[in-house]
């Protein structure tokens, strides 16, 4: 089982910067393929980005591409996100979630665990 816990949420202004963490818990954190995704007020959770187990295999939501760049510390248990040129439609609650199954996924239910989540506010 794996434990994730998120960090790094705040309120920032348009066009400003932030760098999400999450944690795992656990020895296996490597044999997991992660994710991140967020939600908005009234909103379905959506898709942001995936990594793979080795960090070699990345895909972006269209609406991030460009601007958000994961990466995964495997030795720190650690999955980063860095968000960069932030806009008010990137203001959810940002989730980062763990999978077992080693391809791409970007649907919530081929998640296996989730972390409690982070609020991200941009101001216009």
């Known amino acids: 089982q794996v434990q994730l816990v998120e960090s790094g949420g705040g309120l920032v202004q348009a066009g400003g910067s932030l760098r999400l963490s999450c944690a795992a818990s656990g020895r296996t954190f490597s044999t997991y393929t992660m994710g991140w995704f967020r939600q908005a007020p009234g909103k379905e959770r959506e898709f942001v980005v995936y990594?793979?187990?080795?960090?070699?295999?990345?895909y972006y939501a269209n609406s991030v591409k460009g601007r958000f760049t994961i990466s995964r510390d495997n030795a720190k248990n650690t999955v980063y996100l860095q968000m960069n040129s932030l806009k008010p439609e990137d203001t959810a609650v940002y989730y980062c979630?763990?999978?077992?199954?080693?391809?791409?996924?970007?649907?919530?239910?081929?998640?296996?665990?989730w972390g409690q989540g982070t609020q991200v506010t941009v101001s216009s």
């Open positions: 979630a763990a999978a077992s199954i080693r391809r791409l996924v970007t649907t919530t239910t081929e998640y296996d665990y």
């Open positions: 990594i793979s187990r080795s960090g070699t295999t990345i």
